[in-house]
């Protein structure tokens, strides 16, 4: 069967465990929200295909589960990962400091000095924010990252850092799917296939990516 897609992205959701990582891809994937959800155990993997102006990105998204057991398991998927999301609870500021002083120096040291984009995510931005606004800036700008407010339960940024990733994916990691004629970038007019499950294995869910239906996200 010929290759559906141009290129294929690996982008993996990292933090502590309860901060939102999986209510906010089941947001992204359903436009739903989720009234409760258990523990990630070990890895969560999702596709999209991800078409801009005629060019095909495959979109694999993997989420992770935070809690310890599971470190030396997520340490093996940051290896050619092509994007990062970087997870935190705005409302718990132990999940912030685990995030710069766990998350972050794992995903610098497994990926060493290949290329990925990275966005922090600070999630639950509905309830009352307790992680100091400027600590966060500061750690933003000390590594040159991307952030972005979010919340999954109120469907509120998330769909706009997703794309952020991609139109950074786009910029950064995979730049000849720019116009090669007039130069100009072309994140324009994403459209998405969606297929939620999580339980096949990636040949399979390759072959169900091939029917799912699609939608049309706004840029």
Known sequence: MAQTYDTLAKVVLIGESGVGKSSLVHRFLTGNWLESTTPTIGIDFHVRDVECNGKTVKLQIWDTGGQERFYSLTNT???????AFLVFDLSS?????????????????????????????????????????????????????????????????????????????????????HNPDTGEEVHKSIRLNL??????????????????PSICCPT
């Open 77 to 83: 998927y940051y290896r050619d990962m092509h994007g």
């Open 93 to 177: 500021k132990k999940s912030f400091d685990r995030l710069k002083e766990k998350w972050y120096p794992d995903l610098c040291k497994y990926l060493a000095d290949q290329g990925c984009s990275k966005v922090i995510i600070g999630n639950k931005c509905d309830l009352e924010q307790v992680v100091p606004q400027e600590s966060i800036d500061e750690f933003a700008d000390e590594h040159n990252l991307r952030f972005m407010r979010a919340s999954a339960q109120q469907s509120e940024n998330v769909e706009q850092v997703m794309i952020m990733m991609v139109q950074n994916l786009l910029d950064k990691v995979f730049p000849s799917l």
């Open 195 to 212: 297929d939620e499950r999580t339980d096949l294995a990636p040949e399979e869910q390759k072959a169900l990516d091939e029917n799912s």
